[in-house]
């Protein structure tokens, strides 16, 4: 049985920062796609970033470019999302995601993930 285990959410103003991390169990931390993802209140959920464990290459949606950081350690069979510049419209409830024996193009297909973990509130204030 897999299982996505999210920590490190939070309230936080506005240019503070947040490390989000999800933890896989059941499953060897390689050749998967992982990627973060969120949604608000109201609205649709949408890619935050991913990784092609294997290779370390990376995806970022253009809103978080230069903000946020998807990081892996394979060691520890755990995803990190570092965020950094935090705005008021990043608040969200964040999902982690893993896609088990991936590629580099299934990696973007947000139907392709099978496995999600509980999610974590992000809460910014201005």
């Known amino acids: 049985q897999v299982q996505l285990v999210e920590l490190g959410g939070g309230s936080v103003q506005a240019g503070g920062s947040l490390r989000l991390s999800c933890t896989v169990y059941g499953y060897e931390f390689s050749n998967i796609c992982m990627g973060w993802f969120r949604q608000a209140p109201g609205k649709v959920r949408e890619r935050v970033a991913h990784?092609?464990?294997?290779?370390?290459?990376?995806y970022y949606a253009d809103f978080v470019k230069g903000r946020f950081t998807i990081s892996q350690d394979k060691a520890k069979n755990t995803l990190y999302l570092q965020m950094n510049s935090l705005k008021p419209e990043d608040t969200a409830m964040y999902y982690c995601?893993?896609?088990?024996?991936?590629?580099?193009?299934?990696?973007?297909?947000?139907?392709?993930?099978?496995?999600w973990g509980q999610g974590t509130q992000v809460t910014v204030s201005s």
């Open positions: 995601a893993a896609q088990i024996l991936g590629t580099p193009a299934t990696c973007y297909e947000v139907a392709e993930y099978e496995y």
């Open positions: 990784i092609y464990t294997p290779r370390g290459a990376t």
